[in-house]
């Protein structure tokens, strides 16, 4: 009769043991392919921190059609946002006040 105690013991226990490692090998791979993705974006967004970071090479930054680098902040402005042109010297409206 002891036996019938142990056997249904020792059937729950055997998957909840196998579950609970193919639980945690789970977590570890998920947090491996988050630590993966945060450095991939990272990566993505080095380039674009590097354009910003160098404002004195503002040729390398693309400008739209309609925009334009103010020459005394080195920000890229809208076309309506243009307060004062010199020759190739631009003047947004916060420079220009
Ligand atoms: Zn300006």
Avoid at 19 to 33: C, F, G, K, N
Avoid at 61 to 66: A, G, L, V
């Amino acid at each position: 009769m002891a036996t019938d105690y142990d056997a249904p013991r020792s059937v729950p226990d055997a998957p909840e043991a196998d579950s609970l490692e193919d639980l945690t090998s789970r977590r570890a791979e998920a947090a491996i392919v988050d630590d993966q993705g945060e450095e991939d974006a990272d990566s993505f967004e080095l380039p674009g921190a590097d354009l910003s970071g160098e404002e004195l090479t503002v040729r390398v930054i693309p400008k739209r059609n309609d925009e334009f680098t103010c020459t005394s902040c080195f920000l890229v402005q809208h076309r309506s946002q243009l307060a004062r042109q010199q020759g190739h010297e631009l003047l947004c409206r916060d420079c220009a006040d």
